[in-house]
């Protein structure tokens, strides 16, 4: 019996101390989703309280209106086409490629192979600055093509992922449909690709963080206001008014994160499984 | 279709040649890699050695000019002690909590999975622009942690005004973003055998003496990886130095990637920010060869003792 009670006090403190300490963890965006209700001298004072003393809603009309003349419908219309296609290239890509690595015999295979391990390891800034010189020199350096393109070329990360993931899909099966008169182009399309699509949603949805929060690639690539994508747009929303206006910036900080929210509840558990499985960073 | 039609037709034997398909499906990367990979790393590598600017005509060879350039330059010194310090402090913090609350999370309640989804949420949303300025309000001079801090009776803080002081609440933003390493634990720890324990538990062994000889023994691959992945991305790290402090004051917070942008995209000096770059790549491959070579004394292979 006082065992009982013992447990059963050890578990209301446990679970007490894990929310006590995962709502620090998530307070600064519960802070900023207040903060974005807020009038700003309350964000100024550096206001505590997740509660707005008064309601200002109107925070949202005033950040929609963007700057320059241009509202968030750009910015926001800007960062979905850049994600969505860069996204789309990707899943294609990789799990064309993966396909070759994972089940087709060539020559150079190895080699190729080992390539990919090593872009894995290669820290992107050693190509950013060559990378940026060849796209001016080539007259696209202000435009999407940078941003979107090499997406079409498969990315290491995923490709390593869809490889581990095809090693769990029995070979006999590729076997079997050859005895039935399948080639390798119909066993990728009609065999591996729909077995493989856990592998690809889970990259569907990492790849959209990474493009939708990406912040470095638009600042070199993109100059013209109306081009920018939401991330740049709120840097430079707080820059550029004089007297920066937090309510409306962090209204449009808000809703830049919604995306991010709706994917991760609608797939957390392919994402959780994904990230684990393949020790992804997501 | 027939098998015999199949070996008469010649393209049919081309296209369907193993050689063929493989190039085939692995073309894009091929492409890829010899575009944005390769031409772009000996470019780089070429620029390195001359005084590279844009727009200007000529491009003259200046030897190891930049290279030995970086040694007197006292911004780009003061930019390496402030990365290495960031990353010796940030990476262990992150993976320190990653495994403690991977740990504290792997009791069997249907709470857990809701409960790590909370934890993830700062990886989430941790490396957009809205959470760094979300960071900048809160460590303000008037900022939520010093109004915290004067409630609680102790001297407020000018945290982005001291040079000293400056590149903790970044260390802090990247600590708090443990959650993926957290979730990578969680799956090894998973796989540790409940027989392992319950022998523990037999022989009378505390929490304290499973944790450390059985749980991170077995996690130790798992350890050596999130030590490498995330040394390389705290290296990287750039997005936060740029929107909260723009590597200031006194080039306190200037992190490396931001220096390179810097000499590169602020000042023009091409040629010299390759030269940085490269002398990165160096540094980085010397970093992740010491942690794999040291691993043979840390990290437990299964079936290599006993």
């Known amino acids: 019996m006082t065992m009982k009670v013992k447990n059963n006090s050890k578990k209301v403190i446990y679970h007490v101390l894990v929310i006590t300490l995962g709502f620090f963890m998530i307070y600064p965006v519960l802070w900023m989703i207040s903060g974005s209700f807020k009038d700003n001298s309350e964000i100024l004072r550096g206001s505590l309280s997740l509660i707005p003393k008064e309601l200002k809603p109107e925070n949202y009309s005033t950040g929609w209106k963007g700057f320059a003349g241009i509202s968030f419908a750009t910015f926001f219309l800007n960062s979905f086409f850049i994600t969505a296609i860069a996204t789309l290239g990707t899943v294609i890509s990789s799990s064309l490629v993966a396909y070759a690595f994972a089940r087709v015999k060539f020559k150079g295979k ?22 940026f010189l060849i796209w001016y020199k080539l007259g696209l350096s202000d435009s999407y093509v940078p941003l979107i393109l090499p997406h079409f070329c498969g990315q290491a990360f995923f490709i390593y992922q869809m490889m581990q993931f095809m090693k769990g899909i029995p070979r006999e099966l590729d076997e079997a449909a050859t005895i039935d008169g399948c080639s390798k182009y119909t066993i990728y399309t009609n065999i591996i690709l729909p077995l493989l699509k856990p592998s690809l949603v889970t990259t ?3 790849q959209f963080y990474w ?24 840097k430079m929303f707080a820059d550029s008014a004089s007297k920066t206006d937090y309510g409306a910036m962090f209204a449009m900080s808000a809703l830049s994160l919604i995306p991010v929210f709706l994917i991760f509840l609608v797939f957390n558990r392919y994402l959780v499984e994904g990230i684990g499985t393949s020790g992804l960073k997501g | 279709m027939s098998e015999k039609t199949e070996r008469t037709s010649g393209f049919s034997k081309f296209i369907n ?42 491009v003259t060879y200046v030897g190891f000019k930049n290279f030995i350039q970086l040694f007197s330059d006292d911004v780009f010194i003061k930019s390496l002690g402030v990365t290495l310090k960031y990353v010796l402090l940030s990476v262990p913090l992150k993976l320190a909590f990653a495994l403690l609350v991977a740990y504290v999370l792997t009791r069997k309640s249907g709470m ?14 941790g490396g957009s622009v809205a959470v760094a300025l979300v960071w900048k309000q809160l460590f303000a001079r008037k900022g ?36 993926s390493s957290m979730i990578i634990f969680a799956a090894g720890l998973k796989e540790i055998p409940t027989t392992y324990y319950e022998a523990a538990r037999i022989d009378g062994a505390n929490g304290r003496q499973t944790f450390t000889n059985i749980t991170l023994p077995c996690l130790s691959p798992i350890i050596l990886y999130n030590l490498v992945m995330q040394t390389i991305q705290a290296f990287m790290s750039f997005t936060q130095a740029f929107v909260i402090t723009q590597g200031g004051p006194n080039n306190g917070t200037l992190l490396y990637a931001l220096n390179v942008y810097n000499q590169a995209f602020k000042y023009n000096h091409m040629g010299y920010a390759c030269a940085m ?20 004394f840390w990290v437990f292979q299964e079936g290599g003792e006993d």
């Open chain 2, 144 to 179: 939520l942690i010093n109004v915290v801090l004067a409630d609680m009776g102790l001297k407020t803080v000018n945290w982005f005004g001291d040079q000293k002081l400056a590149l903790y609440p970044l260390i802090l933003m990247t600590v708090w973003q443990f959650g």
């Open chain 1, 211 to 234: 493009k939708w929060d990406d912040y470095m690639g638009p600042l070199l690539y993109l100059s013209k206001p109306e081009s920018y994508t939401a991330s740049l747009a709120i």
């Open chain 2, 17 to 58: 040649n193993n050689n063929t398909v493989g190039y085939i499906f692995a073309f894009p990367f091929i492409f890829g890699f010899i575009c944005f990979s390769l031409i772009p790393i000996v470019t780089s590598f070429y620029y390195s050695f001359t005084d590279y600017s844009m727009g200007s005509k000529s």
């Open chain 1, 204 to 206: 569907v949805i990492i």
């Open chain 2, 112 to 125: 857990v999975t809701l409960y790590r989804s909370l934890y993830y949420v700062p990886s989430l949303v």
């Open chain 1, 110 to 131: 190895k080699l190729w192979f080992t390539c990919m391990l090593a872009t894995m390891m290669l820290p992107g800034q050693v190509i950013m600055i060559p990378s």
């Open chain 2, 277 to 296: 770059s490269w002398f990165m790549l160096v540094i980085m491959s010397l970093i992740t060869l010491i942690i794999f070579k040291s691993s043979k």
